[in-house]
C-alpha cells in the first residue's frame, strides 16, 4: 500500500539511525534500538502524518476543482490542476482571459469544547475560541468605539469585555495584539511561559512528565485569575476561559504534543514505489539533527517539532 518494503519500514520503526563525528571528526552511522514505547509512538506519528497528509491533499484538490488562484501546487503537478480547474463549468483558458470563477465559501469555526474529560485537543479548540474571541473583541471595540466617538456618548473603555489575560495564559504572549505575530515564535522569555509554551518545553526535557509539567504551571500561575489547580485530583487543572471555566486532565498531554516522525520514516517514505506516497513526504522546511552554517561554520540544532508548535503556527498562517 505504501509502495515500501516491509523490512525496510519495521527497521525505521525498530531502529533509529545516528551521525556521529568521532576523535578524527570523521562522520559516521550507529544504530540505535528502539523499546516497544518508542517503536508504538513512532508508528502513531506515522499515521498521523498519513492522515494530516491526505486531508491537506484533498483539501488542495477542492480547492482546485473550486478555482482558488494558486491552490494547485499542492497537488500531483499541473496537469491535475487544469484538469480539476475545469470540473467547475468554468476552463483554464477562460479563467486566464479574466473571466471571474465561480467561488463557494464555507465558513467553519471551532466549537468550545467541554466535556467530562478534557485534554489536550479540547484545549487547542478552546484555544482557538479564545484568539477568534479576542479577534471580535477588537474589531467590535474598534466600531463601537469610533461610533461613541460620532455620538459623543461617554464610556469606559475597561467595560468592554477583554479575554487577553486568558490569551497570555495559554500562548505566553504579552499583549493581546501581539498573540498572532508571536504565534510562531518569540524571545526565550517568552517561550518559557504560556501553558503550551510551558507544554512543549517540557517535551523536551529528559524524562519529562505530565505531573513535572503541571508542577511547574502552579508555581507560575498560582496568583493568576484564570488558572486553578485541582487539589483533589492531582495532574488536573482548571483554566477559566472566556466561555466558562474548563477542567483539564493532564496526563496524556505530552503523549499527545510529541511529535516521534522520525528521519529515517521519512527517508524510507520518500523513496516508496508511488508517486503519489513520496508526494505526500515531501517536508519542506523539516530538517532533523544538526546543521552547519557553509559561511561560518556554526552549528545549529534542528527545531523540535511538536502538535502544538504546529498548530500555533497554522493559527498564525490563518
Known amino acids: 500500500?505504501?509502495?515500501?518494503?516491509?523490512?525496510?519500514?519495521?527497521?525505521?520503526?525498530?531502529?533509529?539511525?545516528?551521525?556521529?563525528?568521532?576523535?578524527?571528526?570523521?562522520?559516521?552511522?550507529?544504530?540505535?534500538?528502539?523499546?516497544?514505547?518508542?517503536?508504538?509512538?513512532?508508528?502513531?506519528?506515522?499515521?498521523?502524518?498519513?492522515?494530516?497528509?491526505?486531508?491537506?491533499?484533498?483539501?488542495?484538490?477542492?480547492?482546485?476543482?473550486?478555482?482558488?488562484?494558486?491552490?494547485?501546487?499542492?497537488?500531483?503537478?499541473?496537469?491535475?490542476s487544469a484538469a480539476t480547474n475545469g470540473m467547475n463549468g468554468t476552463s483554464p483558458?477562460?479563467?486566464?482571459?479574466?473571466?471571474?470563477?465561480?467561488?463557494?465559501?464555507?465558513?467553519?469555526?471551532?466549537?468550545f469544547e467541554f466535556f467530562e474529560t478534557n485534554s489536550f485537543e479540547q484545549l487547542c479548540?478552546?484555544?482557538?475560541?479564545?484568539?477568534?474571541?479576542?479577534?471580535?473583541?477588537e474589531v467590535i471595540f474598534e466600531h463601537e468605539a469610533a461610533l461613541y466617538a460620532r455620538e459623543r456618548v461617554a464610556w469606559n473603555p475597561e467595560?468592554?469585555?477583554?479575554?487577553?489575560?486568558?490569551?497570555?495564559?495559554?500562548?505566553?504572549?504579552?499583549?493581546?495584539?501581539?498573540?498572532?505575530?508571536?504565534?510562531?515564535?518569540?524571545s526565550q522569555a517568552a517561550a518559557l511561559s504560556g501553558i503550551l509554551p510551558m507544554l512543549d518545553e517540557e517535551c523536551n526535557v529528559t524524562n519529562g512528565s505530565a505531573d513535572s509539567w503541571c508542577r511547574k504551571l502552579v508555581a507560575k500561575y498560582s496568583a493568576s485569575k484564570q488558572f486553578q489547580a485541582v487539589k483533589h485530583r492531582q495532574g488536573n487543572f482548571i483554566v477559566r476561559h472566556f466561555a466558562g471555566p474548563v477542567e483539564y486532565t493532564s496526563a496524556e498531554f505530552l503523549t499527545k504534543n510529541k511529535d516521534e516522525?522520525?528521519?529515517?520514516?521519512?527517508?524510507?517514505?520518500?523513496?516508496?514505489?508511488?508517486?503519489?506516497?513520496?508526494?505526500?513526504?515531501?517536508?519542506?522546511?523539516?530538517?532533523?539533527?544538526?546543521?552547519?552554517?557553509?559561511?561560518s561554520g556554526r552549528v545549529t540544532r534542528a527545531k523540535a517539532y511538536s502538535v502544538s508548535s504546529e498548530f500555533q503556527q497554522q493559527l498564525t498562517d490563518l
Open 1 to 80: 500500500l505504501l509502495g515500501v518494503e516491509a523490512a525496510a519500514l519495521e527497521a525505521t520503526l525498530c531502529y533509529r539511525t545516528m551521525k556521529v563525528r568521532d576523535e578524527r571528526s570523521a562522520q559516521r552511522v550507529i544504530t540505535q534500538s528502539r523499546n516497544i514505547a518508542q517503536a508504538a509512538d513512532g508508528r502513531d506519528a506515522l499515521a498521523r502524518h498519513l492522515y494530516g497528509s491526505l486531508f491537506a491533499f484533498a483539501v488542495s484538490r477542492v480547492n482546485s476543482v473550486l478555482g482558488v488562484s494558486g491552490a494547485g501546487a499542492g497537488c500531483n503537478g499541473t496537469a491535475d
Open 159 to 186: 467595560d468592554f469585555p477583554d479575554n487577553k489575560a486568558i490569551v497570555e495564559l495559554l500562548s505566553g504572549a504579552s499583549t493581546g495584539r501581539r498573540v498572532r505575530r508571536s504565534l510562531g515564535g518569540g
Open 261 to 295: 516522525l522520525s528521519a529515517d520514516v521519512i527517508e524510507c517514505l520518500s523513496k516508496s514505489a508511488k508517486a503519489f506516497i513520496r508526494q505526500r513526504f515531501l517536508e519542506h522546511g523539516r530538517t532533523f539533527g544538526t546543521q552547519t552554517a557553509a559561511a
Open 125 to 137: 479548540i478552546n484555544f482557538t475560541n479564545e484568539l477568534l474571541q479576542q479577534y471580535f473583541n
Open 93 to 111: 483558458e477562460k479563467a486566464k482571459r479574466g473571466h471571474p470563477l465561480p467561488f463557494v465559501g464555507v465558513l467553519d469555526i471551532f466549537g
